[in-house]
């Protein structure tokens, strides 16, 4: 019978909330409807997340949100099956309030729940997309809080090739755009700045590039925006800022697409799935495709709405695992979160 999965996801500052169905048997799991709040606003004006704010808001918006996919998939709540949440990494209060939520449904409703790894369901969104990957393949995972590549070889057969030995990726798009000036969450903000810049107009570091590891440093990205910043006499032009973001982005993206590049000759596999908030920037994607292309090699990736947090992933991670009946859903709800996780550690 096929199993119509709730998946909901609170790990930071976005509510998603998402209904998946897993056909009978080996068909790819498909998207009915997904909603998802994101608290940009509210954490604005201090300049990132506060946890607390976040875990109050994740309160208000999780059943509204879980009623909204139920009218938009015109399902009802009884008609669920299995309700998954994240259950890690991410801030433990935030996790908590999704687990709980989760876990009072599932009680209510007598269907058991499970908690799902949030990068695995980053790394498996793009079989959400129309062109879903085949495994195994390279993943190249770029978050708010993680910048790894994995060698993908089955739903929970992950293995670290290398990561961030300090700051993530979008940390440094999101760290380098507050010293230029730009609204929390920097990222987008960086990169459409950067879209009326040169990238060439100043020289910033590409640490680790050559270090002949997979491994990546982005902490030292934010002080050479900073010195550069301050090379500039009073406060920087338009023109400078935003040669100043297109540096930036130009550094980061040079290192995500060779580092990939190197994963790929590394493993042999010519498969690359890109995911996590990181995965929207059009830079990398353009410069990716193009380098990718030019060795045959296929780049995947989540739909462009569904690369940041959302619920949709979080459903689909479970799907894939009771497909592959890796999945123990759980009629005990007692849950615990696990803000710290590492992926490799997820038992296949
Ligand atoms: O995956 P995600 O939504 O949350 C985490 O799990 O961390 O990723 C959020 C990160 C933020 O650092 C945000 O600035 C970055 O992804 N991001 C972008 C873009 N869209 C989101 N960075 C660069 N360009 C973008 N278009
Ligand atoms: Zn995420």
């Known amino acids: 019978m096929p199993t119509l999965i709730l998946g909901i996801e609170s790990s930071c500052d976005e509510t998603g909330v998402a209904l998946v169905r897993a056909p009978d048997g080996a068909g790819v799991p ?5 909603a998802l709040h994101t608290q940009a606003a509210m954490h604005a004006d201090y300049g990132g997340v506060v946890p607390e704010l976040a875990s109050r808001d994740h309160i208000r918006r999780l059943l509204p949100l879980t009623n909204q996919v139920l009218a938009q998939a015109g399902q009802a709540l009884a008609a669920i099956d299995l309700i998954a949440y994240t259950r890690g990494p991410g801030l433990a209060g935030a996790l908590l309030v999704g687990a709980g939520v989760a876990c009072a449904l599932g009680a209510a409703l007598g269907r058991p729940v499970l908690g799902v ?5 980053h790394l498996l969104s793009p079989f959400l997309s129309s062109d879903p990957p085949e495994f195994p393949f390279v993943a190249l995972l770029v978050s708010g809080g993680h910048t790894q590549l994995m060698r993908v070889d089955g739903v929970g057969r992950y ?4 990561e961030t030995i300090d700051d993530a990726a979008g940390e440094a798009f999101d760290k ?10 920097g990222g987008p903000a960086l990169a459409r700045l950067a879209g009326f810049g040169d990238p060439a107009a100043y020289k910033l570091p590409r640490p680790l590039l050559h270090s002949g590891d997979l491994d990546f440093s982005f902490a030292g990205l934010k002080t050479a925006v900073l010195t550069q910043a301050r090379k500039f006499e009073g406060a920087p032009c338009e023109q400078q800022r935003a040669d100043l973001a297109a540096s930036t982005q130009a550094a980061i993206v040079e290192v995500l697409v060779k580092k990939s590049l190197k994963a790929l000759e590394a493993t042999g596999l010519q498969r690359l799935v890109v995911a996590g908030g990181v995965g929207a920037n059009q830079a990398l994607r353009e410069q990716l495709d193009a380098a990718c292309a030019r060795r045959g090699v296929r780049v ?11 619920g949709a992933m979080i459903a689909m991670a479970a799907a894939m695992r009771v497909q592959t009946g890796m999945a123990a859903p759980r009629l ?13 550690a997820l038992a296949a």
């Open 159 to 162: 293995a670290l090739l290398g």
């Open 176 to 185: 380098s755009a507050k010293l230029l000036g730009l609204g929390y969450p």
């Open 117 to 121: 790894h949030h990068l695995e369901g």
């Open 332 to 344: 005990d709800y007692g849950f615990d979160v696990r803000p710290r996780w590492p992926l490799d």
């Open 30 to 34: 498909g998207l009915l409807a997904h």
């Open 300 to 310: 995947h990736y989540p739909e462009l709405h569904l690369c940041t947090d959302n």
